[in-house]
């Protein structure tokens, strides 16, 4: 008789470990999901492309209403769990639902933090994390009116570049000197504010956030220097927390995440936790790839195999918007055991500046040129040592040897363990593997059987060279659905 599996969430780490778990132990669980959207798993990391109008939700869908079927999954949409009695090993919706459970996974993903300043809760003020919190945007951006976004991070520039796109007239508040200053140093910062402002964004650094006022809705925003900025949409995107309280309420261990261990388990053994909500070895994560791992390892342990644990990962950072070029790994943090090769045009809009540490990469930030960040991920991965190259290593891989390559033979001469699409965890040799075993001639196959572009998309270039490479004219480029406008 197969076991009870409840999982409360539907995001794309849920949905990722449902993946594997039927691939791994078919049959074994009867899978019960609640999710408090009214709706089925889509990708969040595309939530930028449908703001600014380069996709639709239905493109984004990652399970529809089919695959449940078809998987025997129970799938309870717009259902919010409210408690979880371990007593009883139940969970109860806000529709008043029970279900009882063997396993559960809580997979309820993070809340994203409102600064409390006057006005915060006004009518215009949003948020961003997903898509009702999308098609809110889309819609005030009808007006073509003014729009504040509080955050210069990744979420707050991805927004604010979707609703410019939108029509809206956009200023940008961020508190720190330098745009995405935990990815970006201030060399690349600038060149990144520049290129924003060229989009008719207005971008003010070191703002401090007073209050948000209006008659009954937004109207303005005050900042502590006394600048007003009229506006009639406010996004707050300042960052997120792991949404924990469920847990907490059920009394199993909560830090600032649902603590679990390696394997993804909580204190309570039938209970894991996965995804942003999830702490493990202290901390917690906000990228798709370690969420991913963590889909791969809760499956795993879901199907057996005790032996399956999370290691952590250094993650690049990309920025999902049309024409920023934008790459950021590891620590850049400047020391006294450290080196940097720095290589700036800034007529041309390129930076490159790679940090090391006893002659291997600690660090990469990539502006304006990135195509080689998956050679230097791939030698910071490995602890290569560059001493050798040192000289030419800035230049990319394309001019060791002396003298530069053709972008195609760079490529090439990747190894066939080279991480090629970080969101999914995917080598070079699997994709071309794979294209060569199942006659793949489409990037559309190459998503649907590797996973290889499925995400972002910001790997889609290596991806479709590796193609050529490997069938040449049999590729088919006329059949590409590029992910997102900036691939």
């Known amino acids: 008789m197969s076991e009870r599996l409840v999982i409360i969430g539907n995001g794309m780490a849920p949905g990722r470990m449902l993946e594997h778990l039927l691939e791994q132990a078919p049959g074994r669980y009867t899978v019960t999901i609640f999710n408090a959207e009214p709706r089925v798993n889509y990708d969040r990391i595309m939530l930028s492309p449908v703001l ?224 942003e909500c999830a702490e493990v070895n202290g901390q917690v994560y906000g990228l798709v790839a370690p969420l991913y791992e963590m889909a791969r390892v809760a499956a795993s342990q879901l199907a057996g195999d005790e032996a399956a644990a999370f290691v952590h990962m250094d993650t690049p950072t990309k920025l999902k918007v049309t024409g920023i070029e934008l790459f950021s790994l590891g620590d850049f943090a400047d020391g006294d055991d450290r080196q940097e090769i720095v290589l700036r045009d800034a007529s041309a809009g390129v930076y490159k500046r790679l940090v090391l540490k006893d002659d291997r990469i600690i660090g990469t930030v990539l502006y304006g040129e990135t195509a080689d960040g998956a050679w230097f991920n791939d030698l910071k991965k490995k602890q290569t040592d560059i001493s050798e190259m040192r000289d030419t290593l800035i230049f990319g891989q394309s001019y060791q040897g002396g003298a530069p390559l053709d972008p195609m033979a760079a490529v090439a001469a990747l190894p066939d363990d080279a991480e090629i699409c970080g969101c999914n965890g995917v080598c070079k040799g699997k994709i071309t593997g794979a294209i060569t075993a199942k006659g793949l001639t489409s990037l559309d196959d190459v998503r649907a059987h590797t996973k290889a572009s499925a995400s972002c998309g910001s790997c889609t270039g290596l991806v479709e060279k590796l193609m050529v490479l490997t069938i040449g004219d049999k590729y088919n480029p006329a059949a590409v659905q590029p992910m997102c406008g900036c691939t």
């Open 52 to 275: 600014s109008g380069e996709k639709a939700y239905e493109e984004i869908i990652i399970h529809g209403d089919g695959w449940y079927i078809a998987n025997n999954i129970t799938l309870y949409k717009g259902h919010k769990i409210v408690a979880i009695d371990r007593t009883a090993k139940t969970v109860t919706s806000d529709h008043g639902v029970t279900e009882p459970y063997d396993k559960l996974v809580i997979a309820t993903g993070s809340v994203p933090f409102i600064i409390p300043v006057p006005g915060h809760d006004l009518p215009g003020v949003l948020t961003y994390r997903d898509l009702d919190d999308v098609q809110a945007m889309m819609l005030a951006a009808q007006s073509r009116a003014k729009a504040v976004v509080i955050g210069g991070g990744l979420l707050g520039l991805e927004a604010a570049a979707g609703l410019n796109a939108q029509g809206m007239d956009v200023t940008v508040l961020h508190v720190m000197p330098t745009l995405m200053e935990r990815q970006l140093d201030p060399a690349a910062g600038y060149l990144l504010q520049r290129a924003v402002e060229q989009r008719g964004i207005k971008v003010i650094t070191k703002a401090n956030t007073q209050a948000i006022t209006g008659n009954g809705k937004v109207g303005q925003v005050e900042l502590a220097d006394g600048t007003i900025i009229p506006a009639t949409l406010v996004v707050m995107a300042v960052g997120i927390r792991p949404n924990s309280a469920l847990a907490k309420q059920a009394g199993i261990a909560v830090n600032r995440g649902i603590v679990v261990d390696a394997g993804m388990r909580s204190n309570d053994p039938d209970i894991y936790a996965l995804g």
